[in-house]
Nanobody, 123 residues
Framework: QVQLVESGGGLVQAGGSLRLSCVVS????????MGWFRQAPGKEREFVAA????????YVVDSVKGRFTISRDNAKNTVVLQMNSLNPEDTAVYYC????????????????WGQGTQVTVSS
């Protein structure tokens, strides 16, 4: 059984930073491409960032490019989303997800999901 547990969410003022972590247990972590998604109130869940199995390739959505960085530590079974220069539009529940098909912006590619962590950015 693969489990993903996110942490690091919270309330922050606009311009601030948060660091989200996701720890994966179960099958070998390095066999998964990893992604972060978010869902704001009343909106569809959307892709934020993804990273390949080795960590050598990353992809972030344009709306967070230059502000968010995704990284992973395969020795610690952890993927991190570093979020800087946050603004109220970043307020959402953030989900970590794992895929066996490389890495992707398509949420249908992801088989395993965490429970989500709330990020709230005040103006």
């Amino acid at each position: 059984q693969v489990q993903l547990v996110e942490s690091g969410g919270g309330l922050v003022q606009a311009g601030g930073s948060l660091r989200l972590s996701c720890v994966v247990s179960g099958r070998a972590f390095s066999s998964y491409g990893m992604g972060w998604f978010r869902q704001a109130p009343g909106k569809e869940r959307e892709f934020v960032a993804a990273i390949s199995r080795s960590g050598s390739s990353t992809y972030v959505v344009d709306s967070v490019k230059g502000r968010f960085t995704i990284s992973r530590d395969n020795a610690k079974n952890t993927v991190v989303l570093q979020m800087n220069s946050l603004n109220p539009e970043d307020t959402a529940v953030y989900y970590c997800a794992a895929t066996v098909t490389g890495y992707s912006s398509n949420e249908d590619s992801y088989k395993y999901w965490g429970q989500g962590t709330q990020v709230t950015v005040s103006s």
